[in-house]
């Protein structure tokens, strides 16, 4: 009786300390993350690596050659200091050990492995030290991007909205917005025309989500002394090259204007995705008048477009990160899914059909890293 008493405290003991580092996530699902964990690592490490075979090589030697450059590739991630270390490590597990006898005794070498697991636990607790800084410091910094976008969509009679962004990283280079235009003394006053826009700056996490920043706060104060989009746009163009030390980053850009009087939509598109602007009667068209990117040309030319909208007609924008997400096979989520899901949720209301979307691709990606950005604004007008 007693031992089976002592089984049982044991057996739940193992079941606490399971549910503790597993966190009450089933075995499979434990298996699936650590394999999409596992082909992001990879596809980090082998950016630094070539990976082709090379003509006349063998299946063994190129294996070796890119064994080799992952290493390498991992190990130059570490600080030089802590790079010594894991060697020491790395050395310390393998050495067998051994012993030297004399005539007048041995001399002992003892197998250093329980060293070197000690320590890869001090790397460890090193690398997590640096890893928990970082993300409490990515959170702040999340929390204050958020307090740079909308929570709520603007209200304007006849017009639905919703928005929802995603980032792949704790922080975003994505960007939307939805304001008022407002008078000289700061307000919005009956009928003003609504402002949208949707960017998405090259590359991910801090570079752009601090390029983000600059442009939401260049946005807002251009948008008081611009007429209209397109001067607006040009203005916003001339701020970006100006912010794009080296030429490196560009931002892709949708920004519109509707007049809630007329529901003529007023818009500029600077190399982004095309927004999808679905009619009621089922008709598709996309928004594409504009230019490039911006941030590339201090000169460029931009085009504006415009659309009058109907009751029951939907715009949706959308940056590629919707479109490019990727399931475990590399395929992707794809415009043809995109527009079959928006069609399958004609006459519903625009945090339906967000939520629909964002729902879909979900579906699509399953157990596959997120790899960029995704934000998507439904803007659906309807009967006053």
């Known amino acids: 009786m007693k031992g089976i008493v002592q089984t049982q405290k044991m057996a739940s003991r193992l079941r606490s300390f399971w549910l503790r580092i597993s966190d009450g996530v089933a075995v499979q699902q434990l298996w699936l993350q650590l394999h999409g964990e596992a082909r992001a690592s990879y596809r980090l490490y082998a950016k630094d690596v070539d990976v082709s075979r090379a003509e006349g090589e063998s299946r063994g030697k190129r294996s070796k050659r890119v064994a080799s450059g992952l290493f390498w590739a991992m190990v130059s991630k570490l600080s030089p200091a802590r790079r010594v270390l894991f060697v020491a490590a790395l050395l310390s597990l393998v050495w067998p050990g051994f012993k030297i006898h004399f005539e007048n005794g041995v001399f002992e070498v003892p197998n250093l492995s329980f060293f070197g697991a000690i320590i890869l636990i001090v790397l460890l607790a090193l690398e997590l030290a640096d890893r928990v800084t970082l993300k409490r ?24 909205m919703a928005f929802a962004t995603r980032p792949a990283n704790t922080v975003a280079g994505d960007y939307y917005d939805a304001f008022l235009r407002t008078s000289s003394d700061g307000l919005a006053a009956p009928g003003a025309s609504l402002l949208l826009a949707v960017a998405d700056v090259a590359g991910k996490s801090v570079p752009a989500a601090l390029l983000m920043a600059t442009l939401q706060a260049s946005l807002r104060t251009l948008a008081d002394v611009c007429k209209d989009p397109l001067e607006l746009v040009e203005r916003w163009n001339r701020y970006c090259c100006e912010q794009n030390v080296g030429g490196q980053r560009f931002t892709t850009a949708f920004l519109a204007e509707l007049n809630p009087q007329t529901r003529l939509l007023t818009y500029v598109n600077a190399g982004h995705n095309w927004p999808v602007l679905r009619r009621a009667s089922g008709t598709i068209e996309r928004l594409q008048a504009g230019g490039v990117p911006l941030g590339l040309l201090r000169n460029a030319h931009y085009e504006c477009g415009q659309a009058t909208l109907t009751a029951g007609d939907v715009l949706l924008v959308f940056t590629d990160g919707l479109v490019e ?56 007008t309807v009967a006053e």
């Open 325 to 380: 997400a990727e399931d475990d096979k590399e395929d992707e989520y794809g415009e043809g899914r995109m527009l079959n899901t928006l069609n399958s949720y004609s006459g519903a209301a625009a945090k339906e059909i967000l939520r629909g979307l964002m729902t879909s691709a979900d579906e699509f990606v399953g157990t596959a890293a997120q790899h960029d950005d995704i934000t998507c604004l439904v803007m659906r």
């Open 137 to 160: 410091d990515l959170e702040i910094a999340k929390e204050i991007q958020t307090w740079l976008m909308p929570a709520e969509p603007p209200r304007v009679p006849g017009v639905e």
